[in-house]
């Protein structure tokens, strides 16, 4: 092998040892590298009738190879050799790992797209960048998906997170997530009840059986599903949702009770400019030095705005002690103190008594979020991950796309050198 052969090959990493560089100019465009090469056939005789081989040209293509710099392509001009057997009338033409049968595009180019696709880039940016059309980085995106995915229904994991997002044309779609180590394990098309019923019935009931908790939110339908599906689970509410709810309910009352009083008024101000001191834990609030408070025009400290606001309304002080003493007892895993504050017959706002209608509603369940550790964070995260992908994209208008994308960039699809050759 000459040494040109020999730099060329450890420049672009290419290990075919049928494969001899020969020559190297610009194109006409002055910008596209090419490099000539020469693919060999190591065959010396016919692999069917065994009979002699005799050389038969070559076969001209012109592969594209990732440059450095996109803006100055690399093309390698490679010429296939054909060999033909006199005996049998066959021709064999000679094949590389560098690309595939009857492509045009480096295997080393679509590894590359590939990775890009697992970072949060739109599929146009990754085509300019790798001087190739969408179309072909969107072909290496539908050939990752088409893999087999893992078809085991012997395993369900023991936590499970179930939730809902919004997708392909303002459609809902069901995503559950291991709630141990965080992976997808399948986002279903429709949040319909029978195709939930459908996919996890292909798990037998053994299998089923093993799970042990699903953390959902509230108002969702997934309960009776749940129950239906795993009859070993505990169904837990997310704390997340019972505490937004909570706070949801108080500051619709402190918003009511604030616009009895005029703009300017003292108690108009303490419930207006200070509504996140309200939601704070009572501990949690600052009560030992006075400080100057701007819109009130005098010194005060956390701790006695939040008793002077909530001297507004007898109404709005008990809703506050409600939704304290609940998210207290919702952090320090009190279930009897739950149970005391479902049962609740203070004089509170409309809205919290709904809040807490619902909770008796899924009393268990609410219950439960006290006393397990797992909660739907972890679904709640790969959401917000799933709407970053889709604003990205400024939207997807195939689903399984959407999928795959998703699996890429949450490294659910772990991107390994087989996956790699897998893909090409
Ligand atoms: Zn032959």
Redesign the pocket.
């Known amino acids: 092998m000459s040494s040109l052969t020999n730099s060329i090959k450890f420049l672009l990493d290419v290990k075919d040892k049928n494969l001899i560089f020969f020559d190297f100019y610009l194109a006409d465009d002055q910008v596209t590298k090419i490099l000539v090469a020469e693919l060999k056939l190591p065959l010396t005789q ?1 692999p ?2 065994h ?1 002699p081989l005799v050389h038969n040209g070559h076969y001209l293509s012109m592969v594209h190879y990732p440059a450095y710099n996109a803006s100055h392509p690399l093309q390698i001009k490679l010429n296939k050799q054909r060999l033909f ?1 006199r ?2 009338h ?1 021709t064999f033409l000679a094949s590389s790992s560098l690309v595939d049968k009857g492509c045009f595009f480096a295997k080393p180019g679509k590894q590359k797209i590939l990775q890009e696709l697992t970072t949060d880039r739109s599929m146009k940016e990754i085509a300019q960048a790798n001087n190739v059309s969408n179309h072909t980085v969107l072909r290496v995106l539908t050939k990752f998906g088409k893999q087999p995915r893992a078809n085991d229904y012997d395993y369900l994991p023991p936590h499970l997170g179930v939730d809902e997002f919004r997708g392909v044309g303002r459609q809902l779609h069901f995503i559950c997530i291991d709630g141990a180590s965080h992976r997808i394990i399948r986002v279903l098309e429709t949040r319909l009840r029978k195709d939930i019923v459908a996919y996890f019935n292909h798990f037998p009931l053994t299998v089923r059986k093993q799970v042990k908790t699903i953390t959902m939110d509230l108002n969702s339908y997934y309960q009776d599903v749940a129950h239906e599906l795993f009859p070993n689970a505990l169904v837990v509410i997310d704390r997340f949702h019972i505490i937004q709810m909570l706070n949801r309910s108080f500051n619709q009352l402190r918003t009511q009770t604030m616009k009895q009083f005029a703009p300017g008024d003292q108690r108009y101000k303490l419930l207006k400019f200070y509504w996140k001191f309200y939601l704070k834990p009572v501990a949690d609030l600052k009560c030992d030095k006075l400080k100057y408070y701007h819109h009130l025009k005098r010194m005060s400290n956390q701790a006695f705005i939040v008793d002077e606001g909530l001297d507004a309304s007898p109404k709005l002080r008990s809703t506050y002690e409600l939704m304290q003493t609940f998210s207290k007892a919702l952090r320090t895993h009190d279930e009897q103190e739950m149970i005391r504050l479902l049962n609740c017959k203070d004089d509170l706002g409309k809205q919290m008594k709904t809040t807490l209608k619902t909770f008796n509603r899924n009393q268990k369940a609410v219950i439960n979020a006290a006393t397990s550790k797992y909660a739907n964070g972890c679904v709640e995260g790969t959401n917000r991950k799933i709407k970053q992908i889709e604003r990205t994209a400024y939207g997807y208008r195939n689903f399984d796309n959407l999928v795959t994308r998703i699996m890429l960039e949450t490294k659910n699809a772990v991107l390994k050198e087989n996956t790699l050759s897998a893909i090409a």
Do not use: E, M, N, R
Request: glycine share 12%.
């Open positions: 016919c069917t009738c009979g057997c005996h049998c066959q």
